[in-house]
């Protein structure tokens, strides 16, 4: 598919972007998260999209599976309103709060400290510890 | 900016003020509602079973006495279920022993009480130890027959359970499959025990021996309902058999705020616990770029709230900052409207099947592979700190930052040149 981006003209994969769009859809409804990590490499590594062109345009891919997603498990009874009202604001605020801590912090340090927190609870998870 | 802060903030107060409204509300009516209960003080005769307990009233749980006096020489059990009701799932995947076929039969109830517990007597401790040896391989039905409580399991056995016929295509359009007719009575009792264990997953929380009874019958049990039991009644009868039993007695548990009672998941928690760990951990999701998910959703399920209430609420906590997003980044038409929603109806796609996967896998099924799904993140995002990428990701940046000051100017040369 032939995409249009200020004046420039790009070549998108849909080989690549549906079916790989489609399977973070699953595992991103499936367990609650948000795709963007995922999505994000999908496009500017598979689909060799340039960032400027992927920032925007995965964001409503996104869109798209969290809307569907939150209304089918809403559909499935999986909705607590009072916990989502509890959450909410809270996830508000860290969004908020984040940027603004993140500005004064070296990116590729927090990454290095989020990478070995993600492999301990995932560790944890697979009852490793 | 500033429009989007006086949003946000009227919201907060919004929602502090709903949920501060519905706990306070819903204390009233329990109060309002609260009767003495007129325990049973008759004169224990043969074949009946009497009993007594020290409370009636709970406030976040406690611990409850209950006496009584059976038929001597007779083992005793005793029931507690809370009147609130959840839901518990099981899709039934194991081969049948005879011929080797797996049904894949989804059975499911909304009327799991909250909480239930089954006290046997002392002298089955035994049989208590030896099902949490064998870990996640315990059976509620094995502990039933071994500590002789088939006859007195109750409540459970009655409760209303759906099945349905799932098959790998109805899952994947996301369906619960073909309802199947209602079971018969014997097979209800099979399947709820099975739910039991679904809901409640350890031993100690099905069962428990802390019960003593003399040689003239009667007995002596202690519970403790946990600080995050459900509000509302809780009924306990004590049972020899089938049909001997005492009356039921209710004790009531309140619920105060900041306690709130998570309907959904079962719960009760304290209203600042889960805000707080929201709030931390999404503003360390946004530092580290993946989003708050990846982190919550696991804590969350450790702490004990189930799988599929996380994986439902969590999820749209992320509509408005993505809608804010969306809407930010088109004021100054920086996304391309035809692959974002091309992708986003492959991603609709997913969506549609995901949730119900959520339903029919079991919580280690969910473990193990977010699990997975950590590792390949962490992958990522080590791969994202080597020095050939951030070399790429820099110059990356500049450009981003050029193309979207150069659309930033360019929206605002039109809203000048409109206006």
Redesign the interface.
């Known amino acids: 598919?032939r995409?249009?981006?200020?004046g420039q003209e790009f070549k998108?994969n849909?080989f690549i972007?549906?079916?790989g769009?489609?399977?973070?859809?699953?595992?991103?409804?499936?367990?609650?998260?948000?795709?963007?990590?995922?999505?994000v490499?999908l496009?500017?590594v598979f689909m060799r999209?340039?960032?400027?062109?992927v920032?925007?345009?995965?964001?409503?891919?996104?869109?798209?599976?969290?809307?569907?997603?939150?209304a089918?498990?809403?559909?499935?009874?999986?909705?607590?309103l009072?916990?989502?009202?509890?959450?909410?604001?809270?996830?508000?605020?860290?969004?908020?709060?984040?940027?603004r801590?993140?500005k004064r912090?070296s990116?590729?340090a927090?990454?290095?400290?989020?990478?070995l927190?993600?492999?301990i609870?995932?560790?944890?998870?697979?009852?490793v510890f | 900016m500033k429009k989007f802060v006086s949003i946000f903030t009227i919201f907060l107060v919004m929602t502090l003020f709903t949920v501060s409204v519905y706990a306070q509300k819903a204390t009233e009516q329990k109060q309002a509602e609260a009767k003495p209960i007129e325990q049973k003080t008759e004169e224990a005769q043969k074949e009946t079973v009497t009993i007594q307990i020290d409370k009636t009233q709970l406030s976040g749980g406690g611990k409850i006495t209950i006496t009584g006096k059976a038929p001597a020489g007779k083992d005793v059990y005793i029931e507690i279920y809370s009147e609130r009701k959840v839901r518990a799932a099981r899709l039934d995947s194991d081969p049948d022993p005879k011929t080797g076929k797996r049904p894949y039969i989804f059975y499911m109830t909304d009327d799991m009480p909250a909480y239930y517990r089954l006290i046997v007597p002392e002298k089955y401790k035994s049989v208590l130890d030896d099902a949490k040896a064998k870990g996640r391989k315990w059976s509620v039905s094995e502990v039933i027959k071994n500590t002789g409580a088939d006859a007195v399991y109750g409540y459970p056995a009655k409760i209303k359970i759906e099945r349905y016929q799932t098959t790998l295509w109805a899952s994947i359009i996301g369906s619960r499959g073909e309802k199947l007719e209602p079971m018969d009575e014997k097979e209800n009792k099979k399947r709820s025990m099975q739910l039991l264990k679904a809901k409640f997953r350890s031993v100690g929380n099905v069962f428990s021996s802390n019960l003593k009874i003399e040689q003239d019958g009667t007995f002596k049990a202690e519970i403790e309902l946990p600080s995050n039991a459900a509000p509302g009644k809780y009924h306990i009868i004590a049972k020899v058999g089938k049909d001997i039993k005492s009356e039921s007695v209710a004790v009531e548990n309140f619920v105060t705020f900041p306690n709130v009672y998570l309907s959904n998941a079962g719960r009760t928690v304290n209203l600042f616990f889960p805000f707080i760990l929201t709030a931390a951990i999404t503003t360390f999701g946004v530092i580290m770029g993946a989003g708050g998910g990846f982190i919550l959703n696991p804590i969350l399920v450790m702490l004990g709230l189930p799988h599929t209430v996380v994986a439902g609420s969590v999820m749209p906590t992320v509509l408005f900052s993505q809608a804010s997003g969306i809407y930010n980044y088109s004021k100054i038409k920086f996304i391309s409207w035809k692959l974002g929603i091309t992708l986003g109806i492959a991603m609709a796609a997913g969506g549609f099947i995901g949730p119900k996967l959520t339903e029919l896998i079991t919580l280690e099924q969910y473990k193990f592979l977010f699990g997975w799904v950590l590792i390949i993140l962490a992958a990522l995002m080590l791969w994202q700190t080597t020095p050939g990428y951030l070399e790429k990701n820099k110059k990356e940046q500049a450009i981003l930052k050029e193309f979207k000051k150069r659309a930033e100017e360019a929206a605002k040369k039109k809203q000048q040149g409109g206006n």
């Open positions: 598919m995409i249009e981006f200020w998108a849909l972007g549906i079916p769009a489609f399977i973070i859809a699953i595992m991103s409804s499936m367990f609650g998260f948000g795709g963007g990590p995922f999505m490499p496009m500017t999209l340039p960032m400027y062109v920032v925007g345009s995965s964001l409503l891919a996104i869109f798209f599976n969290t809307l569907m997603g939150t089918r498990h809403y559909g499935f009874g999986n909705f607590d009072i916990f989502f009202l509890i959450m909410f604001p809270a996830a508000i605020i860290g969004g908020f709060i984040g940027p801590i993140a912090l990116p590729v927090v990454k290095r400290v989020a990478v927190g993600l492999l609870l995932a560790l944890r998870l697979l009852g």
